[in-house]
T-cell receptor, first 112, second 112 residues
C-alpha cells in the first residue's frame, strides 16, 4: 500500500521568506510524485511532478521539489514566497499507474 | 471551458435520502476518478474507471455507494440512504494516463 505524510499542517510566513514543505511517502516500488495546490475558492491543480530522471524538478510559479529516494522524501521549496502563494498544498504518490494517494495537506498563509 | 465539470456544486439532503452526483471529464481522457475530501484531510480515493470499466474500489466505498461510467464518458456517483458521516466534498478527476490528475470543483454534500 502507498501512503503519504506531510509534516506541517499550517505554515505562516512573511513575504520574501523561503519555504520548504516536507513530504514523505511509503511505497515499495517505482513511484510518480506530485505536488498539487488549491488556491482559495479554486479546484486542485498540479504544481509539479516527478516521474524519473533529474531528482530536482521545477514547477510553475517558481516552485521546485527534490526527490531523495533514500529518504523517501519529496519536499517542496520556494526561495521567496509571495502573498499570492497563500493556498493549501498537497503531496501525492502514484505507485501503480492507478490511484494517487494524497497527504493531508499543508495550509500556507503568507503575510503581506 | 473544457475542464472537468461536476454537478451539482452543492447538495443538501436529509439523512436516509439518496443522492446522485455527475462528473463530466475532459473529453479525451480515458481515466476517471472519484475522491472524497473532508475538512483538514487530503482527498481520499474512492474508485476509478478506465473507459467504462471500474478497475478499483476503495474499502471506504461501502455498499451504499455505487459509481457508473456507462459509455466511458460521464460518470455518476450515487449514495443510498445517506448518513451524516457522508458529508464531505466529492471530487472527480480525469487523466489520460493515470498520472497527472485534472480535478473538477467538487460537489459539497451536507447531510442533515
Amino acid at each position: 500500500a502507498q501512503s503519504v505524510s506531510q509534516h506541517n499542517h499550517h505554515v505562516i510566513l512573511s513575504e520574501a521568506a523561503s519555504l520548504e514543505l516536507g513530504c514523505n511517502y511509503s511505497y515499495g516500488g517505482t513511484v510518480n510524485l506530485f505536488w498539487y495546490v488549491q488556491y482559495p475558492g479554486q479546484h486542485l491543480q498540479l504544481l509539479l511532478k516527478y516521474f524519473s530522471g533529474d531528482p530536482l524538478v521545477k514547477g510553475i510559479k517558481g516552485f521546485e521539489a527534490e526527490f531523495i529516494k533514500s529518504k523517501f522524501s519529496f519536499n517542496l521549496r520556494k526561495p521567496s514566497v509571495q502573498w499570492s502563494d497563500t493556498a493549501e498544498y498537497f503531496c501525492a504518490v502514484n505507485g501503480n499507474a492507478g490511484k494517487s494517494t494524497f497527504g493531508d495537506g499543508t495550509t500556507l498563509t503568507v503575510k503581506p | 471551458d473544457t475542464g472537468v465539470s461536476q454537478d451539482p456544486r452543492h447538495k443538501i439532503t436529509k439523512r436516509g435520502q439518496n443522492v446522485t452526483f455527475r462528473c463530466d471529464p475532459i473529453s479525451e481522457h480515458n481515466r476517471l476518478y472519484w475522491y472524497r475530501q473532508t475538512l483538514g484531510q487530503g482527498p481520499e480515493f474512492l474508485t476509478y474507471f478506465q473507459n467504462e470499466a471500474q478497475l478499483e474500489k476503495s474499502r471506504l466505498l461501502s455498499d451504499r455507494f455505487s459509481a457508473e461510467r456507462p459509455k466511458g464518458s460521464f460518470s455518476t456517483l450515487e449514495i443510498q440512504r445517506t448518513e451524516q458521516g457522508d458529508s464531505a466534498m466529492y471530487l472527480c478527476a480525469s487523466s489520460s494516463g493515470g498520472e497527472k490528475l485534472f480535478f473538477g470543483s467538487g460537489t459539497q454534500l451536507s447531510v442533515l
